[in-house]
């Protein structure tokens, strides 16, 4: 499981929950994980998985470049490239 969780708020009958808890403690996982577990099977089951994000795909196996005219000051004006910030460096471009 990935390090970013949505938390979620789940109501479920009294009954369902209890089995749920006694599975979970009886394959010492939480009530949690157990429920990842039993929903991502549901859905790998039903084939409603949704595809992976294209575009973070896009960006994460993209071939790396050269900048041909480096930035020495790049990693001060890093905010600059990213957020559009002012440049921290005197170097104007």
Do not use: C, N, W
Not at 10 to 32: F, K, M, N, Q, W
């Amino acid at each position: 499981m990935g390090i970013h969780m949505r938390r979620t708020q789940l109501l479920i009958p009294p009954d369902l929950h209890r089995r749920a808890t006694e599975v979970a403690r009886a394959r010492r996982l939480s009530l949690g994980s157990l429920v990842r577990e039993a929903l991502g099977e549901y859905l790998a089951r039903s084939g409603d998985i949704l595809p992976k994000d294209a575009a973070m795909d896009d960006v994460l196996l993209a071939e790396p470049f050269d900048d041909p005219v480096a930035d020495p000051a790049l990693s001060a004006d890093v905010d600059h490239y990213l957020y559009g910030a002012p440049r921290r460096s005197k170097r104007k471009r």
